[in-house]
Antibody
């Protein structure tokens, strides 16, 4: 079955760059009908969509993070990555990666995050 | 940006109760509405996609309805394992897949 696994440093200093990778197993990241997403959840708060990437490299980013955010895909390693620059305490969160599946219903396509990683906690602190 | 507002923010109910959670979009999102369940310390789990379609393995006591701007998640007969936080999400705009703020369902 498809599994996603986040990895990266658990502690990042303010003003530095947060870098995370999501390894995909059980499926090819180049499979049609899917994109690959990052979501985060600050302590005690709700879910925030960060962005997603297609295997072609096309990306969509949250407007509030766009200036600091890079999402990329490495098809040779079957993984995708997130880089968030100039981090501050407000970027402290559990970061999840997820697969976005396209569901075909007649003339319409619908999208939902059907497989999630377990999440990785990132703390921004000096 | 499309904003998603859930109500209530928290809800107390008993095993066996029927509960309904509401999600409202700031503009029409057709049927592009998903529901997720999250338990403490765990990743969210997709329950319903495209407003009313149960994800595989999700019990039939869960159902979803709505269209346009107003949507509901209903649990017909609450079970102990259903106590969790529920999030709605719109995927109408590929520019930003917004989540609602969440509804915490607690045991009364």
């Amino acid at each position: 079955q498809v599994q996603l696994q986040e990895s990266g440093p658990g502690l990042v200093k303010p003003s530095e760059t947060l870098s995370l990778t999501c390894a995909v197993s059980g499926a090819s990241i180049t499979s049609g009908g899917f994109s690959w997403s990052w979501i985060r959840q600050p302590p005690g708060k709700g879910l925030e969509w960060i962005g997603h990437v297609y295997y072609t490299g096309n990306t969509y980013h949250s407007p509030s993070l766009k200036s600091r955010l890079t999402i990329s895909v490495d098809t040779s390693k079957n993984q995708f990555s997130l880089k968030l620059s100039s981090v501050a305490a407000a970027d402290t969160a559990v970061y999840y990666c997820a697969r976005v599946k396209r569901y075909d219903h007649g003339a319409y396509y619908y999208y939902a995050m059907d497989v999630w990683g377990q999440g990785t906690t990132v703390t921004v602190s000096s | 940006d499309i904003q998603m507002t859930q109500s209530p923010s928290s809800l107390s109910a008993s095993v066996g109760d029927r509960v309904t959670i509401t999600c409202r979009a700031s503009q029409s999102i057709n049927y592009y509405l998903n529901w997720y369940q999250q338990k403490p310390g765990k990743a969210p789990k997709l329950m319903i996609y495209a407003t009313s379609n149960l994800q595989g393995g999700v019990p039939s006591r869960f159902s979803g309805s709505g269209s346009g701007t107003d949507f509901t998640l209903t649990i017909s007969t609450l079970q102990p394992e259903d106590f969790a936080t529920y999030y709605c999400q719109q995927t109408y705009s590929s520019l930003m897949y917004t989540f609602g703020q969440g509804t915490k369902l607690e045991i009364k």
